[in-house]
């Protein structure tokens, strides 16, 4: 539905018959930061119906274990004026997570509350992370942000082991389309040296009209204002640096300029859709660090606004970095 542009949160394959996928990402972070999580509820509607599943995935960084529940798709429900997600006897929305998880000899359950959440803004002619791109029909995959930050209360049991969230951190977004790309870059982190300050980016192949280009979407949250950096809105990526411990980036628009400096750690490998179906694989850490340096442009120079170290970072690279790379210089022909 036209409608659900405006509202990214939502479940959009309602009619959908075949490859597609759609998944919402939570990570939450304890006061401690020794226990970070992520739970992503999805669903994976394949060419084969028989393959077609509803879906929640836990992953625990601490013990680097990844919990993959599945379910028939009539176990889903969702809501179509915002954001209500029901798998099984789970809830999810932007303001509470209950799960109540039992497979394999595993039981998992949590209640946890999310306040003052801040998502991307949804404007008339920007409708969120995507901005423009959102009203494209034929994209491989569309993004969502529905939390850069916010504060997270509540509980987590594994297996009969409570781990208490309250004072906690955490994010939310979500992925929904046909694919996700053949080669990528992702990262996020809202632990800097006071709450309110978050990273989110990625840098990603786009499939165009027979081609394609290399897209970007980074958001700094800092000072309860969203400097962004994005493809649509001009901004361009005048560095780009990875070896097997760093990724490098350097983001500018006309009037700021964003260093980030991430250093890769070891990850846990999750499943990912193509084609609908959850057959690809994804590298994910939760314990990556990124030093990040927001500059103002001057007419000498530039001045610094925020430089800090984000703890408790998601990360991923997949696919081909020369492929990002040399798709950069097709970026510039879109805006």
């Not at 942000?145 to 009969?160: K, Q, T, Y």
């Not at 939310?172 to 053949?182: L, N, R």
């Not at 500059?295 to 990360?315: F, Q």
Request: include cysteine.
């Amino acid at each position: 539905m036209m409608l659900d542009t405006w509202k990214p949160g939502v479940f959009h394959g309602r009619r959908k018959k075949k490859d597609f996928f759609d998944g919402w990402y939570f990570k939450m972070v304890d006061y401690s930061e020794k226990n970070a999580y992520a739970v992503i509820p999805g669903v994976s509607i394949a060419g084969d119906p028989l393959k077609s599943h509803a879906f929640i995935m836990f992953l625990d960084a601490r013990t680097k274990q990844m919990r993959y529940f599945r379910y028939p798709l009539n176990n889903l429900k969702a809501g179509d004026k915002k954001f209500e997600l029901t798998i099984g006897e789970s809830f999810f929305s932007t303001s509470e997570m209950k799960l109540n998880l039992e497979q394999g000899g595993d039981t998992i359950a949590a209640r946890i509350s999310f306040k003052d959440t801040y998502p991307w803004p949804v404007k008339l002619l920007s409708p969120g992370v995507m901005g423009w791109y959102a009203f494209v029909p034929w994209m491989e995959c569309y993004h969502g942000i529905l939390s850069m930050d916010h504060a997270v209360e509540g509980f987590i049991e594994v297996n009969g082991i409570r781990k208490d969230l309250k004072g906690g951190r955490g994010y939310i977004e979500k992925d929904w389309g046909v694919s996700m790309p053949s080669s990528w870059i992702w990262m996020q982190t809202n632990h800097f040296d006071r709450n309110g300050i978050s990273l989110s980016g990625s840098i990603a192949k786009i499939p165009w009209l027979g081609n394609s280009f290399t897209g970007y979407i980074f958001g700094f949250l800092y000072d309860k204002k969203l400097y962004k950096f994005t493809t649509y809105s001009g901004a361009k990526v005048n560095g780009l640096d990875v070896t097997d411990d760093n990724i490098r980036i350097r983001l500018e628009n006309k009037v700021y300029r964003l260093d980030i400096d991430a250093d890769r750690s070891e990850g846990v490998e999750l499943p990912a859709p193509r084609l609908g179906e959850m057959t690809a694989k994804v590298n994910e850490s939760l314990r990556s660090s990124i030093n990040v340096s927001l500059l103002r442009k001057t007419g000498s120079g530039t001045k610094l606004i925020y430089s800090g170290t984000g703890k408790n970072a998601g990360l991923e690279l997949v696919g081909n970095v020369e492929e990002l790379t040399k798709g950069l210089k097709k970026a510039s022909d879109r805006c």
